[in-house]
């Protein structure tokens, strides 16, 4: 069982820099996929970004590709996700979540979910 916890959120304007981070216990942690994924209110929950359990392989979804970028370190167990250049349209609550492989990884088939934490892009 992997417990996943996210931290980092916050309200910026737009244009600025976030780094998200999620710290995940309980299980062998190198040995998962990460992701990260956003739900804005009202709408359905989205892919953002991937990264496979070496950090060789990273995805992202086209809408942040060139602006967020995910990394690990397994040393410490934590995954994040540098977001520059914010939008108003990044606006959601953030997960990440871990699964054991490197498939689907832009769906949302993950084992273990975190809570979330909310980045909030003023105009």
């Known amino acids: 069982q992997v417990q996943l916890a996210e931290s980092g959120g916050g309200l910026v304007q737009t244009g600025d820099s976030l780094r998200l981070s999620c710290a995940a216990s309980?299980?062998?942690?190198?040995?998962?996929?990460m992701g990260w994924f956003r739900q804005a209110p009202g709408k359905e929950r989205e892919f953002v970004a991937a990264?496979?359990?070496?950090?060789?392989?990273?995805y992202y979804a086209d809408s942040v590709k060139g602006r967020f970028t995910i990394s690990r370190d397994n040393a410490k167990n934590m995954v994040y996700l540098q977001m520059n250049s914010l939008k108003p349209e990044d606006t959601a609550l953030y997960s990440c979540?871990?699964?054991?492989?490197?498939?689907?990884?832009?769906?949302?088939?993950?084992?273990?979910w975190g809570q979330g934490t909310q980045v909030t892009v003023s105009s």
């Open positions: 309980g299980g062998p942690f190198s040995l998962h996929a």
């Open positions: 990264i496979s359990w070496s950090g060789g392989s990273t």
């Open positions: 979540a871990a699964k054991r492989s490197w498939v689907k990884v832009t769906t949302d088939a993950y084992d273990y």
